[in-house]
């Protein structure tokens, strides 16, 4: 296991699929809307989707990372994931995201 730098422990890739889409996030109600928005900026936002496990955090610590390899990416927070008719359900303190799996051979240049 690599060491990636986090303050919090050892991070570990739990799932990866190539081709990903952010298709819902919600808020938890826990901030604003004003406050909590700027997620919704990602709807529809697609790329690589990696799903990491902290070591060091209890056994529901994962966090989602979805990048397009072009510098634009979206990190959530901790939380409980499961996968269910190829959508990925992440709960965070903050939020709900959703992400569709796509089985295919999708790049991104």
């Not at 296991?1 to 991070?11: C, E, N, R, T």
């Not at 919600?26 to 604003?32: K, L, P, S, W």
Request: no cysteine.
């Amino acid at each position: 296991m690599k060491d990636l730098g986090s303050p919090s422990g050892i991070l570990v890739p739990a799932e990866y699929f190539h081709h990903a889409e952010v298709i819902d996030v919600e808020n938890t109600g826990r901030h604003n809307d004003e406050d909590w928005s700027w997620r919704k900026d990602y709807l529809g936002f697609e790329g690589a989707l990696i799903v990491f496990k902290n070591n060091k955090k209890d056994s529901n610590a994962y966090y989602a990372h979805i990048t397009n390899f072009n510098g634009g990416y979206l990190t959530t927070g901790y939380g409980e994931y499961q996968i269910e008719n190829d959508i990925l359900t992440i709960k965070t303190r903050n939020s709900i995201y959703k992400f569709q799996i796509f089985d295919d051979n999708y790049y991104f240049i």
